[in-house]
């Protein structure tokens, strides 16, 4: 198969191949400019990606997985494969980003997600299709981090998020922070000497102070910085995490998460693609700030929302597999076990269970009250 195409004035250029069918093999793609010098791309295989992406949860490492060093020594599928965005925060959208793809084996699988890798694994076995994870993630990030900047200003139920931004960037004055916070310091310092001379504990080090213009939470930042360097590459979906970092906001959950998934499925230009999410597990989030008690409760209800508003959307229950002492707890493959069922069920249409109940209605009848669920 041969394409042709014109490199622009800023020296960039795209084609698209036709469809090509599924290459168990590697193949080779070949670029050729019009005075005959080329480049060649080796050992390309055809199948499925996936973007994975979310805070630390999703990108919790398989060497932190139960069973690690069994999953790691089994790790042997040439036809998976990692490629891994490196971090970085951006003011302005970016084309490009730093990274490598791997091949799944027992000496590179320690360090990918977790969830990406018994995701993409079951998807493998049961479909026969070589498998990409695209890992685009940032611990504690929030959503609106992740969505552009125009999609989040379209919409008003979003405005108090943007204008506590701006704000913060408003009265941030480095200089005058930095001379605060040393004083801080040296008077901390001496609160030490004098707690260990009376034999008292230490106070803690006072924390420094962020510049809110080189936070990860700041609208738009890695959208512009790790996701927009990945469009146009075709995808087949997403799997995705919700953390603690929107605890703060969570009444907006139910307008920031369809905003995120539209924005994106937008931008790519195939279509409404596959969106997969994590439900929040059941971990005490009390040292988290949050305006409402029931923070992590209205995060799982604008998740379960989304299914009836997006189309190819789904959620993978935590609540009888998280632990409530453990932020990240280590049980990844029940988790990518219910994205990659969900997966098979409704992208590849295998006969697969892949969701609990889900609440439809209630009814009062006399004194009873009889509730209805979907997937009973």
Request: aromatic share 10%; hydrophobic share 35%; proline share 7%.
């Amino acid at each position: 198969r041969t394409v042709t195409g014109t490199v622009g004035q800023d020296g960039r250029w795209q084609v698209r191949l036709p469809v090509v069918p599924l290459q168990h093999e590697p193949i080779e793609i070949q670029v050729r400019t019009s005075s005959n010098s080329t480049l060649t791309v080796r050992n390309v295989l055809v199948g499925d990606v996936w973007l994975c992406t979310g805070p630390s949860n999703i990108y919790w490492p398989v060497r932190k997985c139960d069973n690690a060093p069994i999953e790691i020594a089994e790790a042997t599928y040439p036809q998976i494969r990692f490629f891994t965005v490196e971090k970085n925060l951006a003011d302005r959208p970016q084309d490009d980003c730093n990274g490598n793809w791997l091949t799944c084996s027992p000496r590179t699988v320690a360090d990918v997600s977790g969830i990406g890798f018994f995701f993409g694994r079951q998807l493998h076995q049961q479909l026969d299709v070589p498998i990409g994870i695209l890992q685009s993630c940032w611990g504690g990030s929030r959503i609106e981090a992740w969505t552009s900047e125009e999609a989040l200003e379209n919409q008003p139920a979003l405005k108090p998020i943007l204008q506590s931004w701006d704000t913060d960037f408003a009265n941030y004055d480095d200089e005058r922070t930095t001379a605060a916070y040393e004083q801080e310091l040296v008077r901390w310092k001496r609160s030490v000497v004098a707690s260990e001379n009376e034999g008292k504990k230490a106070p803690p080090r006072p924390k420094k102070p962020e510049n809110p213009r080189a936070s990860q939470h700041r609208p738009a930042c890695l959208f512009n910085g790790m996701i927009t360097p990945l469009i146009p590459f075709r995808i087949r979906g997403v799997i995705s995490y919700q953390g603690l970092g929107n605890l703060y906001w969570a009444e907006h959950s139910r307008v920031l998460l369809p905003t995120m998934i539209r924005d994106w499925q937008s931008r790519w230009g195939q279509g409404a693609f596959a969106f997969g999410m994590v439900q929040p597990a059941p971990f005490l989030c009390d040292r988290w700030p949050k305006q409402q008690n029931d923070a992590y409760a209205l995060q799982r209800e604008a998740q379960i929302l989304v299914l009836d508003q997006i189309p190819r959307t789904g959620v993978a229950a935590t609540m009888d597999i998280g632990d409530l002492d453990e932020l990240h707890f280590t049980n990844k493959q029940a988790v990518a076990q219910r994205l990659a069922n969900w997966a098979l069920a409704t992208e590849y249409q295998e006969n697969v269970k892949y969701t609990g109940p889900i609440y439809e209605s209630m009814s009062i009848e006399n004194n009873r009250i009889r509730i209805r669920f979907s997937h009973a």
